[in-house]
């Protein structure tokens, strides 16, 4: 397959998504002591256009590297980023792809992507828990990290009314917090 340069790239996302596209971005800088190249692309897509947005990272790269999903608590909404790398094992050649999608807190659902990057299925698993973000048709919903009497619909990452701020134990030689 052909190696698209990162704006070839950026162009590709537009032509495949047209309007769910809402902007790309390149960054190059130099790194280490032999000052390598260092390209990293952030796109930002609607939600609407999320799932074809993957299908097309697949398309530029066969088994795109999925390291983690990001999320940010951002008052009404909560920001997804998804850490790609294409091109790894080419020497100097890989680009670290962020793809970023808004979800308004009254919707906060995606459509799985574990049919097309089965290792998804971690990170999918860690935002319903962390973040309350439904991934709809996950094949394993199970949460990985809260215990058992931590209820549904506490999510610890949240900033809002449904973070775990009743379920914190304090530290010995420490106060709660407004106790100071």
Not at 63 to 89: C, K, M, Q, R
């Amino acid at each position: 397959m052909e190696k698209l340069s990162p704006q070839q790239i950026i162009d590709s996302f537009k032509k495949a998504l047209g309007d769910g596209m809402i902007d790309g971005k390149i960054y190059e800088r130099e790194v280490a002591v032999k000052k390598n190249r260092y390209r990293s692309l952030w796109i930002n897509v609607k939600k609407e256009a999320f799932r074809d947005a993957v299908e097309h990272i697949c398309r530029i790269q066969k088994h795109p590297h999925l390291a983690i999903i990001s999320s940010s608590d951002l008052g009404d909404n909560v920001e997804l980023i998804y850490h790609f790398t294409i091109y790894y094992g080419n020497h100097l050649e890989e680009i670290s792809l962020g793809l970023r999608v808004t979800l308004p807190k009254k919707d906060l659902t995606i459509p799985t992507i574990t049919d097309l990057i089965p290792g998804a299925i971690f990170t999918e698993r860690e935002t319903q828990e962390m973040m309350g973000v439904k991934v709809t048709d996950i094949p394993d919903g199970r949460r990985l990290f809260l215990a058992g009497d931590i209820p549904e619909g506490v999510y610890p990452w949240r900033k809002d009314e449904t973070g775990p701020e009743k379920y914190l134990r304090v530290l010995p030689g420490r106060k709660p917090k407004g106790k100071e």
